[in-house]
């Protein structure tokens, strides 16, 4: 996947564009907060977010995003910041390698992590999108959000479909990792379950481009199979024309 060149350079430990998207990095704690750190940076996804940020979905207030600590990843409305751990990067890559997604997928574990961390940067500037513009949502927002960003990633990052594939199968090794059974309370959980998510990426990704990924869906039962299809081409015109209701075109 090729990221955006967005022509951004990194001044110390934090990155910012004009008032509209800040970068910072905590300290480092340990040799793997170093790796996942030095990951981040060269992989473009802060550009990549300005970017998008800056032509589609530009902030009133500026958005921090805030790498390193304990919390997240998480958007807090309070302070108007998106917090990924260092942990999160290290925990993807470890996913990714465990599942031997070179050898199965022909991808490096380190891009399927990337992908990843820029899904869930989307995700989390998502919500903080929707806080900012007051944009009404029915239903779960989680939901809402996980959709604006695989449709940010179809639509204007080159490869941005794959790396939304990419991001769907953390989903599914995180769902492999779980029991097979549900506390009662996540039944109420504002997120859906991960394999549900999984599959809900994965159709936006098919709807988007059918040729293209003809054999996207094809773990769904062949009697349902067709309908599925049909079904994911036309949620993914509708959540499309949807958000772009808000969406800033430049």
């Known amino acids: 996947m090729t990221l955006l060149g967005l022509g951004m350079l990194l001044a110390g430990s934090v990155m910012a564009a004009d008032t509209n998207v800040s970068v910072e990095y905590l300290a480092t704690k340990g040799k793997e907060d170093k790796a996942a750190r030095q990951l981040i940076e060269k992989s473009g996804i802060n550009e990549t977010l300005t970017g998008l940020s800056d032509a589609y979905f530009p902030f009133k207030e500026t958005l921090t995003v805030r790498y390193g600590g304990e919390e997240g990843p998480l958007y807090d409305p309070e302070t108007h910041i998106v917090y990924i751990p260092y942990s999160f990067v290290t925990e993807s890559l470890h996913y990714f390698r465990e599942n031997d997604y070179e050898k199965r997928f022909g991808k490096a ?89 999984y599959f809900s990426t994965l159709c936006l990704v098919y709807g988007s481009d059918p040729e293209k990924h003809k054999n996207l869906l094809d773990e769904v039962e062949k009697e349902d199979l067709a309908e599925r299809k049909e079904l994911c081409i036309a949620l993914f015109q509708q959540l499309d024309h949807n958000w772009h209701r808000y969406l800033v075109s430049k």
Do not use: C, W
Request: no cysteine.
């Open 109 to 197: 574990p380190k891009l399927g992590a990337i992908d990843t961390v820029l899904h869930t940067l989307l995700h989390e500037a998502g919500h903080a999108f929707v806080e900012d513009h007051n944009i009404p949502v029915l239903g779960k927002e989680e939901d809402a959000v996980d959709n604006f960003a695989t449709l940010m990633l179809i639509n204007y990052v080159e490869g941005g479909d794959d790396a939304a594939i990419s991001a769907a199968d953390m989903f599914a090794f995180e769902s492999d990792d779980r029991p097979d059974y549900y506390e009662l309370s996540e039944y109420i959980d504002e997120h859906s379950f991960d394999l549900q998510r």
